[in-house]
């Protein structure tokens, strides 16, 4: 507790810094308002989903919900800037790519959708006609994390905005979590509400609809954090967390409070090894989980982590294949039963930008 005051505070100091932070990208944005800096669309659909500020707000998830809906009829691709990785330029991934090639986030699009094209590029401008040139079947790209990107404008852009920490009430880095103006919600054709209460009321949302003043165009969506069946790093077995069960949560994500009061829900008692979000573990990691599982005096326990994080850790097979890893998946899930009219506003975009192919 004391921590979080002593950095709430000292971020509260920085605000001189959060005032010049807000002016660059004040310009930045006004450059392309006035079409000084250009921005380049592309004759297929391009669907971009991102946020205004740091931090989780549910975009790999969101990737992965649109995946499973587009794979049915279409071709989809994804694209992503490969934040963290130890590559430079355009990379398409294939059979022996690894999280250190394209990021941790594209590997995991990569895992679980091995036949869908996963690629990354700085730029993105370069990196969508190359994608084209590799994978010329594609026909739809779910642009990850690229509202910033304004070099790109996508046909369609989803903005997410945790329900804890709305963009209307947040202020600028580092003094508050925002990367862009408030006002770039009017990007989006689409606002998405994440990590809600299940049981968020008719009246809340309608309280939270008046808050962002969405323009006319704008659809409003809200969804809570649905956890699928925990299964092992390796061998996929499928485990319950039940109540009298011990758990060591190992996390390097930005924000892992909705985990964290998920285990205080289903579990007796819990431990939290917390890494830097992105985290790139190493042999040294291992020997401290490992000291802090042993240590757990109760011989029904498991490590427990995220699939981003899964995926850093994976490359430790050798050293890890037989600890009781365990991996949560997570999905959207959308709350007053609007999750059809979303997958409607997205199939029709598609077959409206059909005929300029």
Known sequence: MFSNFFLRSFRILLLPVALIYWLVIAVRNWLYHKKIYKSTSFALPLICVGNLAVGGTGKSPMVEYLIRLLNKNYK?????????????????????????????????????????????????????????????????????????????????????TDS?????????????????????????????VTKCDPQLSVDEKKKIIVEIKPLPHQQVFFTTTKYGEAYHLFSKEVRTVQMDMEVLLVTGIANPV????????????YQLLQYPDHHIFNIDDLKEIRKKFNAIDNENKIILTTEKDAVRLSKFQAEIEDEPIYVLPIEHYFLFEEGEKFDNTILDFITNIKPNL
Not at 123 to 135: C, G, M, S, T
Not at 138 to 146: G, K, P, S, W, Y
């Open 76 to 160: 989809p691709a994804t694209l992503s800037r490969g934040y963290k990785r130890r590559t430079k330029g355009y990379v398409l991934a294939g059979d022996n790519t690894t999280a250190l090639d394209i990021g941790d986030e594209p590997m995991q699009f990569h895992l679980k959708f091995p036949h869908v094209p996963v690629a990354v590029g700085e730029e993105r401008v370069v990196a969508i006609p190359l994608l084209l040139q590799d994978k010329p079947e594609t026909n739809v790209i779910i642009l990850d994390d690229a509202l910033q990107h304004r070099a790109v404008e996508a046909g369609l852009n989803i903005l997410l």
């Open 164 to 192: 804890s920490n709305l963009f209307t009430r947040d202020f600028y880095l580092p003094t508050g979590d925002l990367r862009d103006l408030k006002s770039g919600y009017k990007r989006a054709h689409v606002i998405v």
């Open 258 to 269: 909705h985990l964290k009061q998920l285990l205080e829900k289903h579990t007796s008692s």
